[in-house]
């Protein structure tokens, strides 16, 4: 039975936490695992709109990210990586402070999209946000020159 590499999981996270637009939002992704995964956000100024509540745009980015990384491992092509086609969101409730957690889970992987759910909770377990994601499967998308990963499998 295939199970994730733990060190593939550190290298994703670390790459995940340190690439330009998760590190603009200072969203971390803290765990990965077959279908599911959890990113991270302690908010800050830069997180809120003219109101003092944390932006619609900065729960869409969690949502997003967090149901990408939740279908991840439910794809067998080591090689092959995803985009997202459709996210919907429901906004539930302002946040205006602490630490969000986003949970993602895979509903489903097929051979071309694959579909999964997310909700945003603050730390006390207060939801935030909920929503849908519909990702395709793309082969053809490749890691820039450089990027070496462990393999992403290891046999039991």
């Known amino acids: 039975m295939k199970k994730p590499n733990p060190k593939h999981i550190k290298t994703i996270c670390d790459q995940v936490n340190i690439s330009p637009y998760p590190s603009l939002l200072s969203m971390n992704l803290v765990d990965i ?11 800050e100024d830069k997180h809120l709109q003219l ?3 944390v932006h619609g745009g900065v729960l869409a980015s969690l949502i997003d990210t967090v149901a990408f990384w939740a279908v991840y491992f439910g794809i067998d092509n080591h090689d092959a990586w995803l985009t997202s086609v459709d996210l919907k969101l429901n906004y539930l409730a302002p946040a205006t402070s602490g630490k969000l957690i986003a ?11 694959c579909y999964a759910e997310a909700q945003v909770n603050t730390e006390d377990g207060r939801i935030i946000a909920h929503g849908t994601s519909t990702l395709m499967i793309m082969p053809e998308l490749k890691m820039p020159a450089g990027f070496i990963f462990p393999p992403k499998f290891i046999e039991d």
Not at 35 to 43: L, N, P, S
């Open 33 to 43: 695992g077959i279908g599911f995964a959890e990113v991270q956000i302690i908010t």
């Open 51 to 53: 109101l003092g509540a």
């Open 103 to 113: 949970r993602g889970r895979q509903i489903k992987v097929g051979k071309k999209l």
